[in-house]
């Protein structure tokens, strides 16, 4: 896996790989992205479940619920 | 060569020839002065260098000099270099406080007053040049050696296209460590709704989510702040805008508080799966 190094002082732009560091970095940043939007997925999920839940204890559509909460 | 009075059949030395030659051009004899200093009637004609690291101050006096002369002064050293009226006026209409590498000329409207006249000086506020540009290719960007010689960093990276649904994100100094907070807001514009960032990572989230593929139509910018100071975190600001992504259209402002105290030299952009493409320009602003 490549990268371009770009030298803000010289100007030199090249193509290089990437180091080991780098690649576990970008190994350990796809994991912890992966959970971070799984965790997300699952908080949206529980708030719309949670929402629903307080609906229709209430006796409110989804409609009148948004009014209430706009 | 200071400003001298010839008479009638004087002979001219070759080495006084090219004194009046260089003088003429601009240049002129040099005194070097490593602290405040008060001109004298010598300095007529001739060029003035300061040369310390701490502020100075070059004093004008009445009654010294005539009108129609000249004098140079270039401030070299890192402290500036105030001109000051002693008993006679200066008048200016830019800043009478030279910072290092700038130069101006005082020019004497009578005994007792003068103009002076910055010739170089620093970049005023607002002033972005670009210090590096070109295109994305593989799965990072590092932008090396940056020089310290801004105020700020502006960060412009336009038409990503990714060739897998991930996040694109950014790190200081190839610092990976747990040192970046970010905080704003992200809003998903096709069916509104806002959601709070604020988490400490390991990076700048530049996108918080991730974008689609095969859309060019995406923007991000991350300006830095005071990002060469060696005593204290960074503050930055970072504004994304996609078109299209897994939450549809989205748009983020955000900042980022960078705790480590070292300039920053480095900036990487990177993303954790595939590769990328777009265009980047890093400018340095003033």
């Not at chain 2, 100075?56 to 270039?74: E, K, R, W």
């Given at each position: 896996m490549k990268k371009i190094e770009h030298n803000v002082e010289t100007g030199e732009v090249k193509e290089v790989e990437l180091t080991a560091e780098e690649v576990a970095q970008r190994a350990k940043d796809a994991i912890a992205y992966a959970k971070a939007k799984a965790d997300e997925?699952?908080?949206?999920?529980?708030?719309?479940?949670?929402?629903a839940a307080i609906a229709e204890r209430l006796g409110l559509t989804d409609a009148e619920l948004a009014i209430l909460l706009a | 060569m200071a400003k001298q009075t010839f008479t009638v059949g004087q002979v001219l030395t070759a080495d006084q020839m090219t004194s009046l030659q260089?003088?003429?051009?601009?240049?002129?004899?040099?005194?070097?002065?490593t602290a405040s200093y008060t001109l004298v009637a010598a300095d007529a004609g001739t060029t003035v260098i300061m040369n310390s690291a701490s502020s100075?101050?070059?004093?004008?006096?009445?009654?010294?000099?005539?009108?129609?002369?000249?004098?140079?002064?270039?401030n070299q050293?890192?402290?500036?270099?105030?001109?000051?009226?002693?008993?006679?006026?200066?008048?200016?209409?830019?800043?009478l406080a030279m910072s290092q590498n700038e130069t101006g000329e005082l020019y004497f409207l009578s005994t007792s007053?003068?103009?002076?006249?910055?010739?170089?000086q620093s970049a005023g506020t607002g002033g972005m040049t670009d210090i590096a540009s070109g295109s994305l290719s593989g799965s990072a960007l590092s932008l090396t050696s940056i020089s310290g010689s801004y105020k700020d960093l502006f960060l412009v990276i336009r038409d990503i296209n990714l060739t897998n649904a991930v996040g694109v994100s950014a790190t200081f100094n190839n610092d990976t460590g747990s040192n970046y907070l970010n905080a704003g807001i992200a809003t998903q514009v096709s069916s509104p709704t806002r959601t709070a960032i604020g988490s400490q990572g390991t990076n700048i989230?530049?996108?918080q989510t991730s974008f689609a593929?095969?859309?060019?139509?995406?923007?991000?910018?991350?300006?830095?702040?005071?990002?060469?100071n060696?005593?204290?975190?960074k503050l930055g600001r970072y504004q994304a805008g996609f078109t299209s992504n897994a939450n549809g259209k989205y748009a983020i402002d955000a900042g980022v508080y960078y705790y480590p105290t070292t300039a920053i030299t480095r900036i990487d952009v990177s993303i954790s799966a595939g590769t990328f493409t777009g265009t980047y320009v890093l400018y340095g602003v003033n």
């Open positions: 997925e699952q908080a949206a999920a529980e708030k719309a479940e949670a929402k | 260089q003088t003429a051009m601009g240049g002129g004899s040099a005194t070097a002065k100075t101050t070059i004093t004008v006096n009445t009654s010294l000099f005539a009108a129609g002369d000249t004098v140079f002064i270039v050293g890192a402290g500036v270099c105030t001109i000051t009226a002693g008993t006679a006026t200066v008048s200016t209409a830019g800043s007053a003068a103009i002076f006249s910055e010739y170089t989230d530049l996108s593929t095969g859309d060019n139509n995406n923007s991000l910018q991350l300006r830095v702040f005071d990002y060469a060696a005593t204290s975190g």
